[in-house]
């Protein structure tokens, strides 16, 4: 699935995202997503989400 389009990013969805300060690294966080951050409709280092607990990374695999 394509992370880069915001159409295939649901609320409630399980995913894995990469959080700012772990860009270089490439350390991924996995968490529920409670709000998307991104308004436009495609980005191409990922749609921007918050998960719950307040973490905010760009969405880099959808699991279910």
């Known amino acids: 699935?394509?992370?880069s389009i915001r159409n295939n990013i649901k609320?409630?969805?399980k995913v894995q995202v990469v959080q700012k300060q772990d860009q270089r690294s490439g350390?991924?966080?996995e968490?529920?997503?409670?709000?998307i951050l991104?308004?436009?409709p495609t980005h191409p280092h990922?749609?921007?989400v918050m998960l719950e607990g307040g973490i905010v990374g760009r969405v880099k695999l959808v699991i279910d």
């Open 46 to 48: 990922g749609i921007k």
């Open 1 to 3: 699935m394509d992370t």
């Open 11 to 13: 609320i409630g969805a």
């Open 38 to 40: 991104t308004k436009s």
């Open 27 to 29: 350390k991924l966080t």
């Open 31 to 35: 968490g529920t997503v409670t709000k």
